[in-house]
């Protein structure tokens, strides 16, 4: 089976990671290639490292020629954009891996609080489903609309998850969040404090516990939970290109039920089925070079009596938003879900 899939935001830093995984993906054919901004010509022209594999022009998005070549659409776009498209796309019968921020906050006040700007698609809100593929495969199958998790938040779920379930997050715990990340995760931005001469040598903490990732990573905490768990997200920008490594410290109040005595094993059972979460050994720790260029999730733990520390480790352009989205594709049409990703 050969899939015709579109990508509207083809020249971003997702746009182009997109293109570079389904060139190579079996089951997948690129029939369309989109960009809202100025940039367009053939897409080899573009990004020289695609000649002879590559020929599509990148042209403003066209819903005729989407209609008639595309089966599925990457919405490789930045925050606000994706909903003047998805539901365009949905209407036209097509099916949407949204990268973007748009349709993650079931809340449209939250949405609106952190992104400045009123949402334009409720019902799209609501029939979206989050690609976190490690707790939401069984929805993701049948899944019109997908919204593909952030790159904090994959790196903070997927870190937190099996002791959020067993209810290590109950009522008074104190979660904090400590992630770093690779310039590359703000975009093709062309602002003062992204350029080389303001990163290289530094090393900063921004939007300190008010990043707009936190509801995001709250919302599905809070389900997973069954009750509502506040967490303290503090993300830092590191002078490199790519990467998230997240150091998540747990601690519990003296009256709260007591730890699972092997939590090791217990991540070791919950993501005993993932593909692309890897479990350190005890005692061993995850850097961000065993991860950069692959979709794994690396991650280590450090338990005591009163505190559980976990590392997670990512490459935010890969697990943390184009790979992660072709491995939602991947389930959605019952491809293996490493396909082209290993």
Do not use: W
């Amino acid at each position: 089976m050969n899939l015709n899939v579109g990508i509207i935001g083809a020249t971003g830093h997702t746009g182009e990671m997109l293109i570079e995984i389904l060139l190579k993906h079996p089951h997948v054919k690129i029939t369309g290639l989109y960009n809202t901004g100025k940039t367009s010509g053939r897409i080899c022209d573009i990004f020289p490292k695609f000649k002879n594999q590559l020929q599509l022009l990148c042209t403003q998005p066209d819903f005729e020629h989407i209609r008639k070549e595309c089966e599925l659409v990457f919405l490789a776009l930045p925050h606000t954009a994706s909903m003047d498209f998805a539901p365009k796309l949905l209407s036209l019968g097509k099916r949407v891996i949204d990268l973007s921020a748009d349709y993650r906050l079931e809340s449209n006040s939250i949405y609106e609080q952190f992104y400045k700007t009123k949402h334009k698609d409720k019902e799209g809100l609501k029939q979206a489903v989050y690609g976190l593929p490690e707790l939401y495969k069984a929805k993701i199958k049948n899944a019109k609309l997908v919204a593909n998790p952030g790159c904090y938040p994959t790196s903070a779920l997927l870190g937190l998850a099996p002791l959020v379930s067993v209810g290590v997050a109950s009522k008074g715990a104190t979660i904090i969040v400590d992630a770093k990340s690779g310039v590359s995760g703000a975009g093709k931005k062309v602002e003062k404090d992204y350029l080389f001469s303001e990163i290289q040598g530094d090393f900063r903490a921004y939007k300190v516990d008010t990043h707009q990732h936190a509801p995001e990573i709250e919302q599905v905490l809070s389900k997973l939970a069954g009750e509502k768990v506040k967490v303290t997200f503090v993300p830092h920008l590191l002078p490199i290109d790519r990467g998230i490594l997240s150091t998540i410290y747990i601690k519990k109040p003296a009256s709260a039920a007591g730890k699972p005595k092997d939590i090791l094993a217990l991540y070791k059972k919950f993501y005993k089925s993932e593909p692309f979460v890897r479990i350190k050994p005890e005692g061993e720790f995850p850097r961000i070079k065993d991860v950069v260029g692959t979709n794994f999730c690396d991650i280590g733990i450090k338990d005591s009596k009163d505190l559980t520390i976990i590392i997670s480790a990512i490459d935010n352009l890969l697990k943390g938003a184009s790979a992660q989205a072709v491995q939602n594709m991947n389930i959605m049409y019952k491809f293996p879900e490493s396909c082209g990703l290993l």
